[in-house]
């Protein structure tokens, strides 16, 4: 029981429920973390500054968790097909295990480090963990990938969900002659975001690590679950999970968060609360379904997968793009929800649609620029799921209605509908009347003096602008 086995850390920054970890620390009593900071993902032009902050106080706490279980947490930077098999070789490692990812990226680099080591002598061992059920599980029929998700979530749900992963409770490191081994060939102490060259000041969200994000599991399942059905799409209600950041990161693990999901749904004692449990189930089922899309269908990472979207006469105005970006658009519920991701890295789902469906149907912009940018400030950015959803939004995606199209005035009229999310993000109007902040219709005696700009387009005849562009792929033969 005292072969060295090196675990590489990737979206699975904890201990608890790794299935990985916890079937390594039963092969051998000796196993010590790793995690390769690779510049091939952190000198991408695609990284937010708050996602690094979020990830480098993940692996904080982590390093911490290893010593209290007697082992340790080694950082090294470089290619990992180049380090890893390196740090394995020279402390003569039995093998390597890590958990699975669907990203194109993650399945070339990990191809490539099973090989490097392979070619050592040594053993790997992957495991399928960020997933209640890995890709192939879950397949049509005729056994092949769902493209719709509402047949999905009927076979994933009917699917039996696995147990959490065994406890772990001690494990031994490294000797002091190790440490120095695995410093030679390039272990280091973490670096600060700001080492890594990423400045980010604001308060995050949720604290990084595997305690904030137990906590706020358990925050969410004491109450706010039961009400999820009704007040999800509030953007000013606290009435969300908000671990989209420690999903992504793997600050928890996926069977926890089932597990706490059947406990919950057998306290409901009304209709409703048993509603808001099933309806946030079927949200971590879309986060599979698109994990699951992201793997069958690579492609998607770079284009439309309809094919009427992958040559669409997108007009691409910089200037209107960078007003969508600044929250200056003249559509109060757009510049609030942008706003809101600007300043603290976050944006609540439904105005990430609501920007999504103006940004692509109003603006007529490729939906790829606002993918990106979402990317490059959100600190639960995730590319299965900023990916589907940027599709979803822009009809380009897997979706059996095509054109649906937001009305920025109607959806603040409904989800909005006194003007309390507008107010908080978009202060240089909150004195005005509730009718103008919601329809953005304001008059230009109120206007005047605020600053804030005329909107930028006009809704209805963006609307049959695009309805006329994709009629027009329609007679060119996409459809």
């Given amino acids: 029981m005292s072969d060295l086995i090196l675990f590489w850390h990737r979206r699975d920054l904890r201990i608890s429920d790794n299935l990985g970890l916890s079937t390594a620390a039963e092969q051998s009593n000796k196993v010590v973390g790793l995690f390769c900071l690779d510049p091939n993902i952190l000198a991408g032009d695609d990284i937010a500054a708050a996602r690094v902050t979020y990830m480098i106080g993940c692996l904080k706490e982590l390093q911490s968790s290893y010593q209290q279980l007697g082992s340790q947490l080694l950082i090294i930077q470089g290619e990992p097909a180049k380090v890893i098999p390196q740090l394995a070789n020279a402390l003569k490692t039995k093998a390597v295990f890590w958990n699975l990812d669907v990203e194109p990226y993650a399945q070339k680099r990990d191809r490539q480090v099973k090989e490097a080591i392979a070619e050592l002598g040594m053993d790997t061992q992957n495991f399928w963990d960020q997933l209640l059920h890995a890709p192939k599980e879950i397949l049509t029929k005729s056994s092949l990938p769902y493209k719709v998700y509402t047949p999905f979530w009927r076979s994933w749900n009917s699917a039996a969900k696995p147990e959490v992963a065994k406890e ?20 280091i102490a973490l670096p600060s975001a700001q080492d890594l060259g990423y400045e980010w000041d604001s308060p995050l969200l949720v604290a990084p690590g595997e305690t904030a994000a137990q906590e706020k599991l358990a925050e969410f399942c004491d109450r706010t679950i039961y009400c999820y059905d009704e007040e999800r799409n509030f953007p000013y209600i606290d009435g969300t999970s908000q671990l989209s950041a420690a999903l992504k990161f793997g600050a928890i693990g996926i069977r926890t968060v089932w597990q706490a999901t059947l406990e919950v749904a057998q306290n409901c004692r009304s209709d409703e609360a048993k509603e808001g449990v099933t309806t946030w189930q079927k949200e971590l089922a879309w986060r599979e379904f698109y994990q699951h899309c992201m793997f069958f269908f690579p492609e998607l990472s770079q284009g439309a997968y309809r094919d009427e979207f992958k040559d669409f006469p997108w007009e691409n105005d910089e200037t209107k793009f960078k007003a969508w970006c600044e929250g200056k658009t003249g559509y109060p519920i757009v510049d609030a929800a942008m706003r809101q991701l600007n300043e603290i890295g976050w944006m609540h789902n439904r105005c990430r649609m609501i920007v999504a469906s103006f940004l692509t149907k109003d603006l007529i912009i490729d939906w790829r620029w606002g993918e990106k940018y979402f990317l490059q400030k959100l600190y639960d ?14 009809s380009s995606g897997m979706d059996p209605k095509p054109l649906r199209i937001f009305n920025p005035a109607s959806q603040a009229a409904k989800f909005d509908q006194d003007g309390e999310y507008i107010r908080q993000w978009v202060p240089e109007i909150s004195s005005l009347d509730t009718e103008y902040l919601v329809t953005g219709k304001i008059p230009p005696l109120e206007r005047a003096g605020t600053g804030y700009p005329e909107p930028i387009v006009d809704h209805k005849v963006q609307q049959r602008k695009f309805k006329a562009l994709y009629q027009q792929q329609k007679v060119n033969g996409f459809l």
């Fill in 168 to 187: 772990i409770k001690q494990l031994s490191g490294l000797s002091k002659t190790e440490i120095k081994t695995a410093e030679k060939v390039g272990a």
């Fill in 381 to 394: 950015g995730d590319l299965s799921n900023n990916n589907g959803g940027w599709q979803w939004s822009a």
